[in-house]
T-cell receptor, first 114, second 112 residues
Framework: SQTIHQWPATLVQPVGSPLSLECTVE??????LYWYRQAAGRGLQLLFY??????ISSEVPQNLSASRPQDRQFILSSKKLLLSDSGFYLC?????????????FGPGTRLTVL | AQSVTQPDIHITVSEGASLELRCNYS??????LFWYVQSPGQGLQLLLK??????LVQGIKGFEAEFKRSQSSFNLRKPSVHWSDAAEYFC??????????FGKGTMLLVSP
């Protein structure tokens, strides 16, 4: 079966510090991968998605970047965090075989920027 | 561009009562639709999905949803709510490409 991991689970960082959040998927190959941010009352905002190694699509201009160094690894980064980067970050994956596949979500990372 | 509207930010239902959560979508072609549930501090879990066929879709935990093309709606229902159903519910629409568009969510509160 497939599983998705995110770490860390929680993170408190000062403004201006760097960020690295990691997401890994097990039990599947060549998945589509996604990073979302969830802020209170604003639903899920898609930040980045990837259809393959080294292929990253950015949905909104921001202080963050993403990388996919391996097939089942997706990393969200920032060089200098802003207060507005606080939120709940969710990683998701989707099978690429088939057109109407659902996304499966990880447990999330709670980021607080102080 | 596709969009999803969940008009109710919060809904309170008595335990044992029926539930309907509303979802309206905007999309130019035949969409595929999802309902997800999120408990506090956790990821999203898929309840059900629709992409073709019978417009009444059964999901997990006793939930069902009905696709109504004429109303651009995909409302989620449950005949009898349990206290454990208290969570946030998200409707999402996909276009056959890689991404989904989510609504802002409806928070369900269950009163005893």
């Amino acid at each position: 079966s497939q599983t998705i991991h995110q770490w860390p689970a929680t993170l408190v960082q000062p403004v201006g510090s760097p960020l690295s959040l990691e997401c890994t998927v097990e039990g599947t190959s060549n998945p589509n991968l996604y990073w979302y941010r969830q802020a209170a009352g604003r639903g899920l905002q898609l930040l980045f998605y990837s259809v393959g190694i080294g292929q990253i699509s950015s949905e909104v201009p921001q202080n963050l970047s993403a990388s996919r160094p391996q097939d089942r690894q997706f990393i969200l980064s920032s060089k200098k965090l802003l207060l507005s980067d606080s939120g709940f970050y969710l990683c998701a994956w989707r099978r690429t075989s088939g057109k109407y596949n659902e996304q499966f979500f990880g447990p999330g990372t709670r980021l607080t920027v102080l | 561009a596709q969009s999803v509207t969940q008009p109710d930010i919060h809904i309170t239902v008595s335990e044992g009562a029926s539930l309907e959560l509303r979802c309206n979508y905007s999309y130019g072609a035949t969409p595929y639709l999802f309902w997800y549930v999120q408990s506090p501090g956790q990821g999203l879990q898929l309840l059900l999905k629709y992409f073709s066929g019978d417009t009444l879709v059964q999901g997990i935990k006793g939930f069902e949803a009905e696709f109504k093309r004429s109303q651009s709606s995909f409302n989620l229902r449950k005949p009898s709510v349990h206290w454990s159903d208290a969570a946030e519910y998200f409707c999402a629409v996909g276009s056959g490409y890689s991404t989904l568009t989510f609504g802002k969510g409806t928070m369900l509160l269950v009163s005893p």
